[in-house]
């Protein structure tokens, strides 16, 4: 009786210890270090090689497609740019002046090659303030 509930518990240890290890391998395997570009410069060069994530603003007139449908741009946060080449689908609303977030690595020639590309909608609606005082100002 003794033996068959220490079978069950080594059993259940064993089932643990697996799914603890594929849970966390799963999570290394997929985490990304979210980085402005101010700070992926200033980890240079130990960021070479490393997968990061990166945000800013589409740099107005620097988009470049090419025959095979791939693009470069610049992305900027205000004061620093960065230099980006990326191949797959382009999201619809990928232009200039958009903030664009990019994952992908960083090269030793300054180029983030990005193989996921995305683009944040630029919001539509007003704040319930600017609404607000419209409202007030037309009554």
């Not at 610049?74 to 740019?81: A, Q």
């Not at 690595?105 to 995305?118: E, G």
Request: glycine content about 8%; charged content about 25%; overall charge negative.
């Amino acid at each position: 009786m003794l033996k068959g509930k220490l079978k069950f518990i080594f059993a259940i240890i064993i089932i643990a210890g697996a799914i603890s290890y594929l849970v966390f391998s799963g999570v290394k395997d997929t985490m990304v270090y979210y980085l402005t570009i101010d700070e992926l410069q200033a980890k240079v060069p130990d960021v070479y090689g490393e997968r990061v994530r990166v945000s800013g603003t589409v740099v107005p007139g620097t988009i470049e497609k090419d025959n095979n449908g791939d693009i470069k741009f610049k992305i900027t946060d205000g004061t620093n740019k960065i230099n980006v080449n990326y191949s797959g689908i382009i999201p619809d609303i990928f232009a200039d002046d958009v903030e664009a977030v990019v994952e992908g690595n960083y090269t030793q020639q300054n180029v983030f090659i990005a193989d996921i590309l995305l683009a944040k909608c630029p919001t539509k609606y007003e704040s319930d303030e600017k609404l607000y005082e419209s409202q007030k100002g037309s009554t």
